[in-house]
């Protein structure tokens, strides 16, 4: 089978919301040799997008929707070991706390975003889901972070990345930690609409954008 054929057949298994097929699909990529980020990026996440599609349209309702996202997650249970097989040990490159904002239960994003952060050498805090903006900041207080990213897919949590870089402003912290923002629901107007210091679009593209905030913040303190 060529490689548009298994792709196309893990997009199909998380359409179908079948998490055996998902599984077992994820096994026969990786047995042919297919790179395990190329099974999620490839493969998986087109099928989630297919989902919300369905979801917007109310072809699909909440339960299958969950339904999908636990079978992609059982996937990434497999998947994670492999990437961090093949990410390097080496000196730090610095540290970020990494969280979902209040309100907002969408983890799978960030969880890609830890995994690609930690296997590129960084040190991340997973704040986890629905965190509280004092939290990110006393997170990043506690652990002297270079860092704060936050996600969030939902346009009724994105005011949570606001909130945070408000109240770091109003704690006089603003210039001592990098903000980066992202998730479904942002865009890169938003980002600077609320004054973030970086946006990404996909995992791969914020592991770049730490690289040149990391960058900046060592040439500021310079
Ligand atoms: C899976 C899913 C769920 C799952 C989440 C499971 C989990 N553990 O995460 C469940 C079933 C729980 C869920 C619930 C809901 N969901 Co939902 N969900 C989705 C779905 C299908 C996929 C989201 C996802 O994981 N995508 C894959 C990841 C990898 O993409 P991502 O998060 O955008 O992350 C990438 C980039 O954005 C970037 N990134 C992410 N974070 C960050 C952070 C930084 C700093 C940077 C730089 C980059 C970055 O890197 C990632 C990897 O490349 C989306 C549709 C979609 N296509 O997005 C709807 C969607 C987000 N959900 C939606 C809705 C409405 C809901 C509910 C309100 C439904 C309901 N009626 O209850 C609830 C909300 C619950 C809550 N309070 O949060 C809407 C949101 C609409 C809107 N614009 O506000 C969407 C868009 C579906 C739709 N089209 O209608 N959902």
Redesign the pocket.
Known sequence: MGDDGIFEELKQSVIDQDEEKVLATVDKALAAGVDARKVIDDGL?PG??V???Q??CEEIF?PE??Q??LA??SAMAVLEPKIRESGGEGPKKGRIVLGTVK????????N??RLLFETSGYEVWDLGIDVDLFKFIDKAKEVDADII???A?????LIGQKDVIDALGEQGLRDKYRV???????TEEWAQKIGAD?????????VT?AARLVGAQAGSAA
């Not at 309100?103 to 960030?110: A, F, P, T, V, Y």
């Not at 980066?180 to 942002?186: E, I, L, N, P, Y």
């Open positions: 996440l989630l997008d989902i919300g599609e979801f917007e909440l929707l969950m999908a996202a992609f997650q309100g907002d239960l969408h983890s799978i994003g960030k890609i975003l990213a936050m996600s897919l939902l346009t009724t949590t980066m923002v992202g998730g479904g629901a942002t970086g946006w990404a679009p996909s995992a791969y593209e914020a954008l």
